[in-house]
């Protein structure tokens, strides 16, 4: 079975666009190769590549998916979210890469050296090889995909830690051992080469097979074995293989189950029924899974299961699809122990790791402190000062320990009281009687105005000398009492006109001056002024509207964490009713990426958008209204994009308050 992971195309002179058959994560994980020299081609779209140049009708080009498996497309961590993007990425990435690896391996050719002490090669001193195919060198064909199998006395030898197989500085093929073989010494070599099982016979791999100048294959067939002979490649009907090797050991034999046991150490097979490759071990009596064997660890992967297996290894993880939950296999406990719980923190949470940090917005604990912060402080801040045992909170511009009078229930004792600390606005009225005041203890001062009535006065005890100057008001006077000759000259100023006595018979023509000093304040209204007669020049600036914007050219890269990409920062003096508009440019390549917009007034999200895995807006924007109380406010947006192949750019942010 081919999972299509790889195909060929032939030239015609002018054909220059190729289909991309198969899914991937990245651009860069499509790799395109020529035949007759290096190719250069842009992506049209998704799936469609463009060649700069048109392929000759005797050239071909080969287009494959290779995903990175260097690092994980997606990095967990405690407590972060299980989203169905991430987890088909994570997921995606494994089954790309077992199917390209399947699609690689679908048929093996078995190539086997042996090296012996009769023939005067090992001698305790040299350690570098030449390898050639029935005399004819091997060249570059050695770093053609696929497995060296090197043993040394039937003991199998690691690759690049006991030897390495390279070509020289003259193009000839070498095998240099770490430690010198000795005299009597017997080595085996086996090369086991990859082919991909397509039935054209000739184009496989990047076109490897057609560097073979000694091939000679008859209808090749998927999971055929083939061997070599000793001058060429040929249908496994021949037995025996070059170099003085046994039959068993030459070739690859093609099997549906593993045999009991093998006949030499270092015979290889390969499993049709599991699709792996085998090398009987002599001193184990085991058949080896080659791959497992000699290929490096890759990461532990995560295992989707719906109910927990009955056992697992030390450090292996699943994800239980029925709880939404990641579970890690405790090989000391014999049991599974859930990586994150949803209800449970205390078995997650280790002692003193939770800092001020981790809180959410909005929530502060109380810190213990020996002195008040002087750095980093916030409105809410709170803190416990052992020196004075007392409670701290930030109001914004200093530390207070205050508590508002407003606040206390019961009663406060006296002892608790500092001489002159009780204002006259906190005693309760009627508190105070007779016997509470001293004799002689109120003087003139402490009196109110009209505090003393006519009844507590004495009959002729009031007398010219009692009244002050300008004490005696008109409301004093009885009516017409006052007459002409009793007004002394100059007399009568503004001050002693009531208010809408003169009128504008009493003025004379073009004695009214209109200067700011003759009108009072807010005496002109709207009925005083003519229609369409205030222009702008006439309104004091932000007297109605508040406007601010800001705008960033700067492109940037999603990194899937929040990223402010606007922020403003207004004062009202007075209430406005105020609208907020954010307008982007965003881009993206590859696969389709996460997206996510907030805008934020005060704190509080007041708008927001995703493309919920659909495909990314290319002009995503944010609008929002509220009516705010005069003072200081703050509007900000923020984004997330979940790979760097998304891009987000050209932000703009307004304010625009009206107050009338």
């Known amino acids: 079975m081919s999972y299509n992971t790889f195909t060929t195309y032939s030239g015609d002179g002018s054909t220059t666009d190729f289909s991309v058959p198969f899914p991937y994560l990245r651009q860069e994980d499509v790799i395109v190769t020529r035949k007759n020299g290096p190719v250069s081609f842009t992506f049209v779209n998704p799936s469609l590549i463009r060649l700069t140049d048109a392929l000759e009708s005797d050239d071909f080009i080969y287009v494959e998916r290779k995903t990175a498996v260097d690092s994980p497309q997606v990095v967990y961590s405690n407590g972060s979210a299980f989203t ?29 050296y042996t090296i012996s002490s009769f023939d005067s090669l090992f001698n305790d001193s040299t350690t570098t090889f030449r390898l050639d195919s029935g005399g004819i060198n091997l060249g570059d064909i050695i770093n053609s995909a696929g497995l060296w199998v090197v043993s040394l006395n039937g003991v199998l030898l690691e690759n690049t830690v006991d030897f390495s197989v ?54 090749p067939q998927l999971n055929e074995s ?36 093998g006949t030499v150490d270092g015979e290889t097979i390969y499993n049709s029924t599991d699709g792996k490759l085998y090398i009987w071990d002599a001193d184990t009596s085991t058949w080896l899974d080659i791959f497992q064997e000699f290929t490096p660890d890759a990461p532990d992967a995560i295992t989707v299961v719906s109910s927990l297996p009955a056992s697992g290894t030390a450090g292996q993880v699943v994800y239980l699809s ?19 719980l949803t209800n449970d923190t205390s078995a997650t949470v280790a002692d003193g790791s939770i800092t001020t940090a981790k809180f959410a917005q909005g929530i502060t604990p109380v810190e213990i402190v020996a002195s008040l912060p002087s750095t980093s402080n916030f409105e809410g801040r709170m803190a416990y000062l052992t020196t004075d045992n007392k409670l701290y909170r930030y109001e914004g511009a200093a530390w207070t320990s205050a508590v508002a009078g407003g606040d206390l229930t019961g009663s406060v004792d006296g002892s608790l009281l500092t ?6 606005g906190v005693i309760q009225a009627g508190a105070i009687s007779a016997t509470e005041i001293a004799t002689g203890a109120i003087s003139t001062d402490k009196l109110a105005a009209s505090s003393i009535t006519s009844e507590k006065i004495a009959s002729l ?10 004490a005696i008001t008109s409301d004093k006077l009885q009516a017409n009492s006052v007459v002409v000759g009793k007004v002394a000259a100059g ?35 709207t009925a005083k002024i003519y229609d369409a007669n205030v222009t702008t020049l006439k309104v004091q600036g932000e007297a109605i509207v508040i406007p601010r914007n800001v ?33 982007s440019n965003q881009a993206y390549s590859g696969s389709i990426p996460d997206t996510t917009l907030e805008m934020y007034l005060n704190g509080s999200v007041i708008s927001g958008v995703s493309n919920g895995g659909g495909y990314p807006s290319n002009s995503p924007s944010l609008s929002g209204g509220s009516t705010l109380s005069a003072g200081t406010h703050t509007v900000y947006v923020r984004w997330k994009g979940a790979t760097s192949s998304v891009v987000i750019g050209n932000t703009s942010l307004s304010v625009i308050g009206a107050m009338r």
């Open 551 to 583: 705008f960033d050219q700067n492109a940037y890269s999603g990194t899937n964490s929040w990223r402010t990409v606007g922020t403003i920062t207004f004062t009202l003096p007075y209430q406005a009713k105020c609208f907020f508009i954010f307008g």
């Open 419 to 424: 001489a002159n600390s009780i204002a006259a």
């Open 84 to 112: 169905a993007g991430n987890i088909n990425a994570t997921v995606n990435q494994l089954l790309y890469a077992i199917q390209e690896t399947y699609d690689r391996t679908g048929t093996v050719y078995g190539r086997s």
């Open 226 to 261: 083939l061997v070599y002979d000793g001058t060429k490649w040929v249908n496994n009907s021949v037995s025996g293989g070059g170099g003085g090797s046994s039959p068993s050991s030459a070739f690859v034999e093609v099997v549906t189950q593993n045999p009991a046991s």
């Open 322 to 340: 029925t709880d939404e939950k990641l579970y890690e296999w405790d090989a000391a406990g014999s049991q599974w122990v859930a990586i994150v």
């Open 461 to 470: 005890s009031v007398t010219a000398l009692k009244i002050a100057t300008d």
């Open 166 to 219: 390279a070509v020289n500085s003259e193009d000839q093929a070498e095998i240099t051992f770490a430690n010198a073989p000795k005299t009597g010494d017997n080595a085996n070599l086996t090369f086991i080469r990859f082919y991909d099982g397509n039935t054209s016979g000739v184009v496989v791999t990047n076109g490897e097979l057609n560097d073979l100048a000694d091939v000679a294959i008859t209808n």
């Open 491 to 525: 007399a009568i100023g503004a001050s002693q006109i009531q208010s809408g006595t003169i009128t504008t018979s009493h003025l004379s023509a073009n004695n009214f001056l209109l200067g700011s000093g003759y009108i009072a304040d807010a005496a002109i209204t």
